[in-house]
């Protein structure tokens, strides 16, 4: 049974990277020698990043400024970018609705608004290639684009959001796996402006609160407004086959950042390499001393055949395919140099 979910991720950014000093504040008790309690509190400071607005635009938009390990560019114009009307771009879009905020405002956006709103669509890439396979690559894209131009619209609708566009990028982002097949991760980023020109009020702060359940008083572990993000999903989805993705409480899956799960790849393969050219090395150093105790004893043929047999064992427990072909590869040189030198000599 194939694999044939959408969901849906969200993020959100302010308009330039920033750090801000966040303050933490603990109470603890002590009793003093003279047996009264004492109350202490400690304060921590701690310095936190926001990612720029800008820096997402240019990896979503690959304008080439940011630089992602799994992006390959040979497949980017493959991608598809839709802007609204009158924009050429989804970044277009955005600076003319800040220059909109602040001809009604009266003042610019404050630097630590949350002006971007993002929302990844990832979808199985089995099911895209099925579809691929079934309508052909331009019409599975096609049908794709208009139901993410149905979601998009219906959400910004809905929520109080203004709809920037979006990019669909079904074919540039992905990786290699060990039989060198392109593994792609399917997904789309849809951007929206936080502000609600019509009621004049930004909507993001409102679907943050996860609210409290009335019946235990306590806060909802699922923010109901983030649940009904993959409803919306599944149901603009949902005509080309695709399934509601399960929540994380369900699965247990936790979403690692793409940064930090290509790290993690790089890290596991470094520890692969590094185990690798330890037993190399543990076997070249066998081989070799093996090796030169086989060229002393050529001439014996009793002692050659024990070196040569030991010589040979040697070789058989490299794991590394090139590494012991490399190995045979000289000891049959040799030998064939020792035989040619032999014949001379007869002759």
């Not at 009264?36 to 304008?63: G, I, P, Q, W």
């Not at 105790?293 to 794991?319: C, D, G, M, P, Y």
Request: aromatic share 10%.
């Amino acid at each position: 049974m194939i694999k044939n979910f959408v969901a849906v991720r969200t993020a959100y950014y302010k308009n330039n990277s920033l750090k801000k000093r966040i303050k933490t504040s603990h109470q603890y008790q002590s009793k003093k020698s003279s047996g009264d309690v004492k109350t202490t509190v400690n304060s921590e400071f701690t310095e936190k990043t926001y990612k720029s607005a800008l820096a997402e635009f240019d990896h979503v938009l690959r304008l080439g400024k940011t630089n992602s390990v799994n992006v390959h560019d040979e497949f980017s114009h493959h991608n598809v970018t839709v802007a609204p009307a009158n924009c050429d771009s989804p970044l277009d879009a955005y600076y003319k609705c800040r220059d909109k905020y602040k001809e009604i405002n009266g003042r610019s956006c404050r630097k630590d608004m949350n002006s971007l709103f993002e929302h990844v669509v990832i979808f199985s890439e089995e099911r895209v290639l099925e579809l691929e396979k079934t309508l052909g690559r331009d019409k599975a894209t096609k049908a794709i684009v208009t139901c993410l131009k149905n979601y998009s619209k219906q959400y910004a609708e809905k929520y109080g959001f203004t709809s920037l566009g979006f990019s669909y990028h079904g074919f540039d982002e992905g990786h290699y796996d060990d039989d060198g097949k392109f593994v792609r991760n399917v997904h789309a980023h849809i951007m929206f402006f936080n502000y609600d020109f019509k009621n004049k009020k930004s909507n993001l702060k409102f679907l943050m609160n996860k609210g409290k359940d009335p019946k235990t008083g306590k806060t909802n572990e699922l923010n109901e407004n983030f649940v009904a993000i993959q409803d919306l999903a599944y149901e603009s989805f949902k005509v080309l086959k695709f399934n509601r993705g399960k929540s994380k409480l369900l699965t247990l899956a936790k979403y690692l950042p793409k940064h930090q799960f290509l790290k993690n790849k790089i890290s596991n393969k470094k520890s692969e390499l590094k185990k690798l050219l330890k037993d190399i090395n543990q076997h070249r150093t066998k081989f070799e001393n093996q090796f030169s105790l086989w060229l002393q004893n050529i001439r014996h043929k009793f002692l050659r055949e024990e070196h040569e047999q030991a010589l040979n064992e040697s070789i058989t427990n490299v794991s590394d395919q090139k590494v012991k072909s490399v190995m045979k590869k000289s000891v049959e040189e040799t030998k064939e140099k020792l035989n040619n030198k032999n014949n001379k000599l007869r002759n």
